[in-house]
């Protein structure tokens, strides 16, 4: 029998597509050393009784017990790091002078990296202890930040994908906060994408550099040209918004003469790699770009409803053929949580298909076939978001990383309503997608080893 260097016993939930869940009871999940599953034995398989029996007095094997649950680790495709230090703050202003009055001033603080610190430790713990086990952050203009926030994701063992954020543009940008011009973006960009490189070979789980232009408005020709050149050259991920708002929007359409999506697209930031925090009001042949190039959405509908006035319409644009993940957009969005972001994004869908003007007829208010259901939702806070990033993770399935949260259904503090032992278990899953809390999440693995724990002082 092959040697597994850990072996968890429990039952699982992972999606079979995006609209079926795979419930996986009481299974084996056999690792190998790097932290992948190598083998999924089931109860059926011959080897199952053989399997227990060999490893069940090692230290290395972990039975779930009574109420607990494997799902797989959140993908939080769209996180502003130094924005948490805001969160929940300011939500009643227009994107513009959310951007100007409270954002810029906040992340301009991070030149200290005393203060800088601070707040992405504390972010990054809150992220692994709500579930999030892989994150796609923007940190600020500064480089040295940047990377320390690299070191976090790397230390606390959290799948970090981190981008200096570029926003060199001076008739866009204050003066305090953005870089100097174009060159030096693109070396500290370059400079930052070979250190992360570097340190990304210290970690077990990975962490990525990421091409990070903060969105057009901020951007001078030559930095968006120069960025997408970067990312070819290092086979970056890249990230930047995409058709956020009617401002936004309007913006690109006046200095380009065409959508936001076309724009990026001619800079070459638009690729197999690319996420594309927003994206609601993509154009049909916007939507073939993203489909064509492998560009996926990073869908924010807590920030959609306070920033961009709209609604994604998610399943039309995923059943075109675009990848989609979940994104939290901390802090247009305030809460650290993509189980709050789930929920939201079914009501969102919900109220596009309703449709909210009562004065018109039933028939003519909403848009047909725009709801999404939570295995949907689920689908896209797991492998959804995998498959955006184009990495094993999200699926628990042989070749995925053990990228995992254990929710415990009967934790003290937030103990889910279920009061038959023989609960139906997709009953089961549809009440944790509903109702889990921190206090619910027992513990956090991440490439096979354990990052955060309810006993450790969570
Ligand atoms: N567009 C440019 N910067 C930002 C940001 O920080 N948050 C959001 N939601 N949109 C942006
Ligand atoms: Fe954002």
Not at 82 to 103: E, F, R, V
Not at 157 to 166: C, E, I, P, T, Y
Not at 170 to 189: F, G, M, V
Request: some cysteine; overall charge negative.
């Amino acid at each position: 029998m092959m040697n597994y260097s850990k072996v968890f016993q429990g039952t699982a939930f992972t999606s079979k597509s995006a609209k079926e869940i795979n419930i996986l009871k009481d299974y084996l999940f056999c690792l190998d050393d790097r932290g992948m599953i190598a083998k999924i034995v089931s109860p059926e398989d011959d080897d199952y009784n053989a399997m227990i029996q060999e490893y069940q007095d090692n230290d290395h094997f972990h039975r779930l017990k009574e109420g607990e649950y494997f799902l797989p680790g959140f993908i939080d495709l769209h996180i502003h790091a130094p924005q948490w230090a805001q969160s929940g703050t300011a939500l009643d202003l227009p994107l513009y002078d959310w951007l100007h009055t409270y954002t810029f001033p906040l992340e301009a603080k991070f030149a200290d990296r005393t203060f800088a610190r601070k707040v992405y430790e504390d972010l990054v713990h809150t992220l692994l202890k709500n579930g999030t086990t892989t994150g796609l952050y923007f940190a600020t203009v500064h480089k040295e930040a940047s990377y320390l926030l690299a070191e976090i994701c790397a230390d606390q063992g959290q799948r970090g994908l981190v981008g200096k954020v570029v926003a060199d543009d001076p008739q866009q940008n204050p003066d305090y906060y953005r870089d100097s011009d174009a060159a030096t973006a693109l070396a500290e960009t370059e400079e930052f994408i070979l250190d992360v490189k570097e340190l990304a070979k210290k970690t077990k789980q990975g962490v990525y550099p990421v091409v990070t232009p903060r969105f057009i408005p901020s951007c001078t020709d030559e930095a968006l040209q120069g960025l997408g050149e970067l990312a070819a050259k290092y086979d970056t991920h890249i990230q930047s918004h995409c058709s956020e708002s009617d401002w936004e929007h309007g913006h690109v359409k006046e200095r380009y003469h065409k959508t936001d999506a076309t724009a990026l697209n001619g800079f070459g930031l638009l690729q197999e790699k690319s996420i594309m925090a927003h994206s609601v009001f993509l154009e049909d042949n916007d939507v073939n770009l993203f489909a064509e190039t492998g560009t996926a959405i990073g869908h924010c509908p807590l920030s959609n409803a306070y920033f961009a006035n709209a609604v994604l319409p998610l399943a039309h644009f995923h059943s075109q053929g675009v990848d989609i993940g979940l994104g939290t957009d901390i802090s247009a969005g305030a809460a650290p949580s993509l189980y709050d972001n789930a929920k939201q994004a079914v009501v969102s869908s919900r109220m596009l298909e309703d449709g909210v003007d009562t004065s018109l007829s039933p028939e003519t208010r909403g848009v047909d076939g725009s709801r999404i259901t939570i295995n949907e939702a689920f689908y896209f806070a797991t492998a959804g978001g995998g498959k955006s990033l184009s990495l094993p993770i999200g699926l628990l399935e042989e070749n995925y990383a053990w990228d995992v949260q254990i929710v415990d259904i009967n934790a003290g503090a937030n103990k889910l309503p279920i009061f038959d032992e023989n609960e139906d278990l997709y009953d089961v899953f549809q009440k944790m997608m509903y109702l889990v809390k921190p206090d619910n999440i027992r513990e956090v693995w991440v490439q096979g080893e354990k990052v955060v724990s309810q006993g450790d002082g969570f």
